[in-house]
Nanobody, 120 residues
């Protein structure tokens, strides 16, 4: 069982930056790939980024490549999403996810979400 709690969301102007954090419970954090997803109003939840168990591999959706960076600290049971050059279209609720499968097709565990609002 893994419990995930996100933090770091907020309101930021376009071009600004935010860093999301996700704290995970449990002693098997490094057994899971971790990911970030987002859901904008009226839209389906979409994949944003993923990082493998040992942080050797990362993956991003095309719209955030070069702007967002996912990282993890297995000693702290935490995963992060550094978001730079934010755009209004990045506005969404951001969710942390954990799964044994790095492809994050259907993550087993989810956080409750944190709101990110980017004003123009």
């Amino acid at each position: 069982q893994v419990q995930l709690v996100e933090s770091g969301g907020g309101l930021v102007q376009a071009g600004g930056s935010l860093r999301l954090s996700c704290a995970a419970s449990g002693r098997t954090f490094n057994s899971y790939a971790m990911g970030w997803f987002r859901q904008a109003p009226g839209k389906e939840r979409e994949f944003v980024a993923a990082i493998s168990r040992g942080a050797r591999s990362t993956d991003y959706t095309d719209s955030v490549k070069g702007r967002f960076t996912i990282s993890r600290d297995n000693a702290k049971n935490a995963v992060y999403l550094q978001m730079n050059s934010l755009k209004p279209e990045d506005t969404a609720v951001y969710y942390c996810a954990a799964d044994e499968d790095y492809r994050m097709g259907s993550p087993r565990y989810w956080g409750q979400g944190t709101q990110v609002t980017v004003s123009s």
